[in-house]
């Protein structure tokens, strides 16, 4: 099948859609996009369980890290000021580990613009074939009214002029059995007309879903930026509070984490198995929809020297009757006028109308020849298939490196918390204070001295 202008399917599709998929049974599931098909809705939901697995793999390894740590330390000497061994190397780990969470977040806020631009993309593609549909069916019901209205009154008009001459009331018959047929051609070329799928309503539910998406992801960022910066700030001014609150906020962001690689991945994986050879699935989705023919559709989804226009012959004969008609009121216009003055008005109000068809039937063929709605499947395919699917991928590699800074973090920040210096219970205590502990001793020796 002919592949849309400008559209070819990128390395990161071939590469996905050669992954190997199986289905709850890990049996193997073909790779085609089969969406409405169990097995292939299992293989994307395995897909989906890996990030499942990651996060589960993390929780168990960062248990075993904590109880080591709390179970197996050796016990310090009493009353020792100096840090532990090696505590400063752990400090500046959970800093670069923090950082790096830092640089993902640039990540993802990159591939959450490409997604939402290839979406965008998508969303006008749709809007702009409507435009030409609608365009369509508004000029066919024109021009059919225009017809209409002059043989029912230019050319009617006409026969009660010419009534006394028999061989002009049979030129003015032969003009309107040809309007009339004109009329029946045109008309079958709104083939857009009365079908229920709407490409503006798609486009609008795309926009919606996508909106919420956008705004999802940015509160992702948003959150694991905070965590990010409160977590340092906790390290920088030693606040043990601050650490035990991003603690439990980064256990909860790298659930979030995992969670969104599980979704970004299996959308990226039948999204590039769609991608691969989008033509058949949207013929046939297209033809279920909207009952069309075959023909039809293919002549505007593949646009290729192998299909012909399936309204040519329509065309042509409208063309041919609209023809016809102009030799016509030529005709009369040399016959009549002479001898009729009253013929001259229905005569130049024909011709005006007749021209102004012809106008109407060259923009129709412009618009329904294939190459404006198939510039419209390409755009689509390239939205969707190359700017969404790459800003996939990087909210994916986002979601990646969040889960492993988040990861190290939480494996960093109990052994920096044994950094931090013991926090003296009298400290904020005045001095003159006389229930001061130290105070009173002080009070004690005095009071013996005297």
């Keep these: 099948m002919g592949a849309p202008p400008g559209y070819r399917p990128s390395a990161w599709v071939h590469l996905l859609h050669q992954l ?112 030409t549909l609608s365009t369509i069916d508004d000029v066919v019901l024109e021009t059919v009214e225009r017809l209409g209205e002059a043989v029912k009154t230019e050319l009617t008009t006409l026969e009660e002029v010419l009534s006394v001459r028999m061989e002009l009331v049979a030129a003015t018959r032969g003009a309107r059995r040809q309007a009339e047929a004109a009329a029946q051609y045109l008309q079958g070329l709104a083939f857009w007309q009365g079908v229920s799928l709407s490409p503006v309503q798609v486009a609008e539910d795309v926009t919606f879903v996508e909106e919420y998406r956008w705004l999802a992801y940015v509160l992702l960022l948003l959150l694991v930026l905070l965590v990010c910066l409160f977590t340092l700030l906790g390290l920088a001014k030693q606040s043990k509070w601050l650490v035990v609150v991003m603690t439990a906020m980064s256990l909860l962001v790298l659930v979030l984490s995992w969670g969104s690689v599980g979704l970004e991945a299996a959308t990226a994986v039948g999204l590039s198995d769609f991608c691969s050879n989008p033509d058949t699935y949207v013929l046939n989705l297209t033809q279920e929809e909207t009952g069309l023919s075959s023909d039809i559709l293919s002549y505007y989804f593949l646009c290729n020297q192998a299909v012909s226009n399936p309204f040519q012959q329509r065309l042509t004969l409208s063309q041919r009757a609209l023809a016809s008609i102009h030799s016509q009121l030529q005709g009369l216009e040399r016959e009549a006028i002479p001898q009729f003055s009253a013929a001259q008005k229905p005569l130049l109000s024909l011709e005006e109308t007749l021209n102004v068809t012809e106008r109407s039937f060259h923009q129709l063929v412009a618009l329904l020849h294939c190459r404006s709605l198939h510039k419209d499947y390409g755009s689509a395919l390239r939205g969707l298939c190359e700017d969404a699917l790459e800003g996939l991928l990087f909210l994916m590699l986002f979601s990646l490196l969040s889960a492993g800074a988040l990861a190290t973090t939480l494996c960093s920040l109990p052994r920096a918390w044994a950094l931090f210096p013991p926090s003296d219970d009298y400290d904020d205590t005045d001095d003159d204070d006389p229930f001061n502990p130290q105070e009173s001793k002080r009070f004690v020796q005095w009071q013996s001295s005297i």
Excluded: M
């Design 20 to 131: 190997p998929r199986a289905d709850f049974q890990l049996r193997p599931v073909p790779s085609g996009f089969a969406p409405r098909d169990q097995e292939y809705q299992q293989a994307l939901l395995l897909v989906a369980a890996l990030a499942g697995l990651g996060l589960g793999l993390s929780l168990i390894f960062i248990a075993v890290y904590l109880i080591r740590f709390c179970c197996c330390r050796p016990p310090e000497p009493h009353g020792a000021k100096s840090p532990p061994p090696g505590g400063g190397c752990v400090t500046w780990s959970c800093i670069a580990a923090l950082l790096v969470g830092c640089a993902g977040i640039g990540i993802g806020f990159y591939g959450n613009s490409e997604t939402s631009d290839g979406v965008s993309q998508l969303s006008s593609a749709l809007l702009h074939a409507n435009h």
